[in-house]
């Protein structure tokens, strides 16, 4: 087998482990269920560019605070500067509960961005995002 570099890889025998599944909080095919959340931009998007910085601020600072609480384990902008600004995935077991987090960002609250929540099922390796994410960072936001 060789790996995308070229070099050859050990092949290796991959073993279920059930405490990391149960820690994960994974079904018998490795997933869970998450709620995903589409931001768009808001009806409200009129503020000076210095409201809109602090806006953003706040935005982040709400985004680390909820995965901190390990509620929001992946989110992240889209690029092409369009409607759809950006995504979360929340690990809770409801839309309802993922409502109640998303009324704490202040660029909901301000109405610079809505959100869209769907139930979703992914895979439970999604949980580990954050803490890989903080071994391979040099910046941190």
């Keep these: 087998m060789l790996s995308v570099s070229g070099a050859k890889a050990q092949d290796s025998t991959v073993v279920f ?3 990391y599944a ?15 959340a589409f931001l768009k931009s808001g009806p409200n998007r ?14 982040m600072a709400n985004i680390g605070r909820l995965a901190d609480e390990g509620t929001l384990v992946l989110a992240g902008p889209f690029l092409d500067n ?26 909901i609250k301000a109405g610079r961005l809505i959100m869209e929540l769907h139930p979703w099922y992914g895979s439970a390796a999604v949980m580990e995002v954050g803490e890989i994410h903080e071994k391979i960072s040099k910046i941190k936001f």
Excluded: C
């Design 82 to 107: 369009g409607d759809l600004r950006g995504i979360y995935i929340f690990a809770v077991e409801s839309v309802e509960e993922a409502e109640v987090l998303t009324a704490t960002d202040p660029a």
């Design 46 to 59: 009129d503020q000076t560019e210095e409201e809109a910085q602090e806006l953003q601020a706040a935005h």
């Design 17 to 19: 482990d059930s405490l």
């Design 22 to 36: 149960q820690k994960l909080g994974a079904d018998d095919y490795g997933m869970r269920s998450y709620v995903m």
